[in-house]
């Protein structure tokens, strides 16, 4: 599913399933992406993000207002909408001629699904 994602690309993802059970949560949630795209610093997204004021510890307040359960799992799955951002990044990288996926698809992605949980955070933060 991500051979076409970059290194930093797939750390994202990786940050993403860190964040999740450190929230224990059982599933990879696009409010879990969004925070590992904050905490991969080298990307392009992380730049961009912090440029409009989205901070880490700001997202993770938004974030730790919901409830999680204590299940532990090997391996998180993605919801509908975190699969949907996947796909829309490589569909972003492909119509720019891009030979891989990388942050800033994945927040294209992110801003493409419209109605998820990491949308209604940034949209908390008033960007621009």
């Not at 901070?55 to 949907?84: C, F, H, Y």
């Amino acid at each position: 599913m991500f051979e076409r994602f970059s290194e930093q690309a797939r750390q994202v993802i990786m940050l993403a399933e860190e964040e999740a059970r450190s929230f224990d949560r059982h599933y990879v949630g696009t409010e879990h992406i969004l925070l590992g795209l904050l905490r991969e610093t080298e990307g392009v997204a992380s730049r961009s993000l912090e440029r409009l004021g989205v901070t880490i510890d700001g997202v993770r307040a938004r974030v730790e207002s919901g409830e999680g359960d204590s299940q532990v799992w090997r391996k998180l799955p993605l919801t509908s909408d975190s699969r949907a951002v996947v796909e829309l990044a490589e569909r972003e990288a492909l119509s720019l001629l891009e030979d891989c996926v990388d942050t800033e698809h994945i927040l294209l992605g992110i801003l493409r699904v419209g109605d998820g949980a990491a949308v209604q955070i940034l949209l908390d933060f008033e960007p621009d």
